[in-house]
């Protein structure tokens, strides 16, 4: 059975910095693309970054070099570093892959900057 648990979320000051993992089971990470998307209270869920399983990856307009998305073969895991944080960055972020036509979403963790 396909797998994503997302960890790493939590408090952080504006310029602080958290990373993301999106631990995966029951497939090869490597052989699909992932994406991290995130949700705000009130918003729509937006994509936030993919990374394709040839290694290129991708960012929202918003993110303006600030994010990286990685991955780690050996564990199956894919990361997302996100730095120089600011308050409308809060939100829940979701780990998500397509898999042979069907999508998969983690559980989400939460993001929180504020002062």
């Known amino acids: 059975q396909v797998q994503l648990v997302e960890s790493g979320g939590g408090l952080v000051q504006p310029g602080g910095s958290l990373r993301l993992s999106c631990t995966t089971s029951g497939y090869s990470a490597n052989a699909y693309t992932m994406n991290w998307y995130r949700q705000a209270p009130g918003k729509q869920r937006e994509l936030v970054a993919r990374i394709y399983s040839g290694g290129t990856s991708s960012y929202a307009d918003f993110v303006k070099g600030r994010f990286t998305i990685s991955r780690d073969d050996a564990k199956n895991t894919v990361y997302l570093q996100l730095n120089s944080l600011n308050p409308e960055d809060t939100a829940v972020y979701f780990c998500?892959?397509?898999?042979?036509?069907?999508?998969?979403w983690g559980q989400g963790t939460q993001v929180t900057v504020s002062s």
């Open positions: 998500n892959a397509l898999i042979l036509g069907v999508h998969y």
